[in-house]
Each structure stands twice: as C-alpha cells, then as structure tokens.
Nanobody, 124 residues
C-alpha cells in the first residue's frame, strides 16, 4: 500500500505563501501520477493540481491558476504544492493523492491512494 504523508499546512495571512509537501513511502513513486485536492468544510473535494509521473503534463484548477505550482522530486518520493497570494477562500484541508497511472488524471475517483491531509487556514 502507498502511504502518503502531507506537511506544510498552517495558519497564514491573506497574501502569504505556503509550500505543502507530500512524502510517499513507496519505491515505485515515479510510476504514479500525483495530485493535490482540497476540501473546505461543507464543500466537495476538489482538485487543485496534478502532475504526471514524468512532469510532462500538469493541471491547475482555475481557482489557483497563476498562484500555484505543483512539482515533484521522484528521487525523494516527494510532491510539492507551492501556494502564493493566498486568499481566505483557499482555506481547506489539502490532500495528497496518487493514481496508478502515468497519464495525467484530475478526477478524484481515479486516485487510489490518499494522505490524511494538512490543514491550510488563510485569515483576512
């Protein structure tokens, strides 16, 4: 089983930045498409960004486009999400997820492995 552990969340003022990290305890990490999702209280889980195994395809949700960068370091089994110019509406629990495909996927149901989440709170 792929275990994913997120870190880097916390409380930040509007306009600030955070870098979220997700470490996978899986030597075949490079075989997986990785995604970041978020879920605000009472809201549906929504994709934030996704990156293919070889970084040739990247997706960003419209809500974060221009403020977000997803990257991965396969040698470290780690995927990152850099969030800039944070807004209160970015407040959510952010989840790292892995899909057993080298193709870029952005639908949560296609991701088979999930971390426990890291909470991001953006204050006004």
């Amino acid at each position: 089983q792929v275990h994913l552990v997120e870190s880097g969340g916390g409380l930040v003022q509007a306009g600030g930045s955070l870098r979220l990290s997700c470490v996978a305890s899986e030597r075949r990490f490079s075989m997986y498409t990785m995604g970041w999702f978020r879920q605000a209280p009472g809201a549906e889980r929504a994709v934030v960004a996704a990156i293919s195994w070889n970084e040739t395809r990247i997706y960003y949700a419209d809500s974060v486009k221009g403020r977000c960068t997803i990257s991965r370091d396969n040698a470290k089994n780690t995927v990152y999400l850099q969030l800039n110019s944070l807004k209160p509406e970015d407040t959510a629990v952010y989840f790292c997820a892995a899909a057993g495909t080298r193709n870029l996927v952005v639908v949560s149901g296609l991701y088979g492995y999930w971390g426990q989440g890291t909470r991001v709170t953006v204050s006004s």
